[in-house]
């Protein structure tokens, strides 16, 4: 868990790429996780925003980079199946048809929560990325 502008105001506008980590305050696990958001906010409770403090100014935090109970739902097995069927018409002229379909169960694959401490929506899933696609497809071959 990171703090979102935190290397800038400890360290100055020098600190471009350096990165501050929050305090460890308490629980990170939320006590509803996977619940809906509240408070005008989207998504999937998933991380307790008590648990985390901006660290005092000149300090470092104490919260590393993999804190249990932090980390995103995973990825799910996303299953991807083809039929497809070819039928000779000539000689030299074969047809082929084809049905695909990805993520044919239409499991949802969502993104890590939002891990800066001060930024809006932190310790939320928001968004997914996987959805349910079907193509037909005709080739012919001469």
Excluded at 38 to 56: D, S
Excluded at 60 to 79: E, Q
Excluded at 111 to 137: C, Y
Aim: no cysteine; proline share 6%; net charge neutral.
């Amino acid at each position: 868990m990171t703090v979102l502008n935190g290397a800038r105001d400890v360290k100055g506008d020098n600190a471009a790429d350096a990165t501050l980590y929050a305090d460890l305050v308490g629980d990170p696990d939320h006590p509803s996780r996977g619940e809906p958001a509240v408070g005008g906010r989207r998504g999937i409770l998933w991380t307790n925003e008590a648990g985390f403090e901006v660290p005092a100014l000149y300090t470092l935090g104490n919260a590393g980079r993999k804190v249990p109970g932090t980390l995103g739902p995973g990825t799910p097995h996303i299953f991807n199946i083809a039929v497809s069927k070819n039928t000779q018409i000539t000689e030299r002229l074969r047809a082929q048809f084809r049905f695909e379909t990805f993520n044919s169960f239409n499991t949802p694959e969502f993104n890590n929560p939002r891990d800066q401490v001060g930024q809006s929506g932190f310790g939320v899933v928001n968004a997914g990325n996987s959805h349910r696609e079907m193509q037909l497809g005709l080739k012919l071959y001469f």
